[in-house]
């Protein structure tokens, strides 16, 4: 069994940075991609980034590309997400992602296993 634990900012100011952690634990010797999910209310579950475990490669939405910088912590199964200048339609539910997940479905909620509980991101002006 896999899980995941998210933690990070709860309301930030526009413009301002969001940063997110999630930590693996249990059943992590398959994993070889993670990410972030978001969800708004009334919206789809749209991706934000992806990383891959197993090197250094990175995947980015469009509706965050040029602002947000996914990483990670192999050694204590964690990855990291930071959006910069964040706007009005960043906010959401966050959710940490796990799974082996072929590259071609980077983007695809379905084909990642594991989910997070998700944390509440919401930006004032």
């Known amino acids: 069994l896999l899980q995941l634990a998210e933690s990070g900012e709860g309301t930030v100011q526009e413009g301002g940075s969001l940063r997110l952690s999630c930590v693996a634990s249990g059943d992590t010797g398959e994993i070889n991609r993670m990410g972030w999910f978001r969800q708004a209310p009334g919206t789809e579950r749209e991706i934000v980034a992806a990383?891959?475990?197993?090197?250094?490669?990175?995947y980015y939405g469009e509706s965050v590309a040029g602002r947000a910088l996914i990483s990670q912590d192999n050694a204590k199964n964690a990855v990291f997400l930071q959006i910069d200048n964040l706007k009005p339609e960043d906010a959401a539910m966050y959710y940490c992602?796990?799974?082996?997940?072929?590259?071609?479905?980077?983007?695809?909620?379905?084909?990642?296993?594991?989910w997070g509980h998700g944390t509440q991101v919401t930006v004032s002006s």
């Open positions: 990383i891959f475990t197993r090197g250094t490669t990175t």
């Open positions: 992602v796990a799974g082996r997940v072929p590259v071609s479905k980077w983007s695809v909620a379905h084909a990642y296993p594991s």
